[in-house]
């Protein structure tokens, strides 16, 4: 006679010790969120505190010269207050890089609208967007950083002046591989000071700031010579205009 086969179910889960683990499941969600909340909160008040510091506190190095300094063995970089840079060498760089520096709050709408339609990323981006990524951030194309590039830029605008802004990128860009600031790279390019760059001078450094590795300023393609020239043209445009006027005295 055959055996009967039987199946055995499993037992039912106890009400309470369901209501138990939605409860613990829950109080898990509730532990992330605080702890999310937590850390989001930190982050707003740390970058807050340092943005507020480089009011007045010179950035004694960035993220990217680490990065570099590793890289290389050592980089050049020497901070330079804006006062003794020379005047066209600063006309130079709002020309070349930001010519409605002194009209917009941080972020130059037209030029975003611009980069995007062309599907460029660095294109849209301000003098104040680049002094708060080489100040603050790292370098490469990422939504992450620039997502808090432009929550970091009105805070920067806000409690900055448009003249520390540009003192502040003017010495922590990058002119050639490894040097950093423009006293840097007036001394290694022409062995002469920042205050003491000639109209030339300034209009080449200024050219090679959108790829300082594979430009040069010594001695640039003739490309680069022409838009040389037309940064001097901007730069003489922009105080006659009165387009300098937020960050000249």
């Known amino acids: 006679m055959a055996k009967k086969t039987t199946f055995s179910e499993e037992p039912p889960v106890d009400e309470g010790e369901g209501k138990l683990r939605r409860a613990s499941f829950w109080y898990a969600v509730r532990l992330v969120r605080w702890w999310a909340l937590r850390a989001f909160l930190a982050f707003v008040v740390i970058f807050a505190s340092w943005g507020l510091a480089y009011r007045w506190v010179n950035p004694p190095i960035t993220l990217y010269m680490i990065q570099e300094s590793w890289r290389l063995g050592g980089i050049q970089y020497e901070w330079v207050d804006i006062e003794d840079v020379a005047p066209v060498m600063v006309r130079a760089l709002v020309a070349a890089e930001d010519a409605n520096f002194c009209a917009h709050w941080g972020i130059d709408s037209a030029a975003v609208r611009r980069a995007l339609r062309d599907g460029a990323m660095r294109g849209g981006s301000t003098i104040s967007q680049q002094a708060v990524k080489n100040a603050f951030l790292w370098q490469g194309r990422s939504w992450l950083r620039k997502a808090i590039e432009a ?99």
């Open 151 to 249: 929550f970091m830029t009105p805070y920067a605008e806000a409690i900055w002046t448009k003249r520390r802004l540009l003192e502040i990128y003017a010495n922590v860009a990058e002119f050639d591989t490894g040097v950093f600031g423009i006293e840097a790279a007036a001394r290694h390019h022409f062995g002469v000071n920042a205050a003491e760059l000639n109209r030339v001078q300034a209009g080449r450094l200024a050219v090679v700031l959108p790829d300082p590795k594979g430009r040069s300023a010594i001695k640039p393609v003739s490309r680069l010579r022409k838009q040389a020239a037309s940064v001097i043209a901007g730069s003489d445009m922009i105080r006659k205009d009165g387009r300098a006027a937020c960050f000249e005295d």
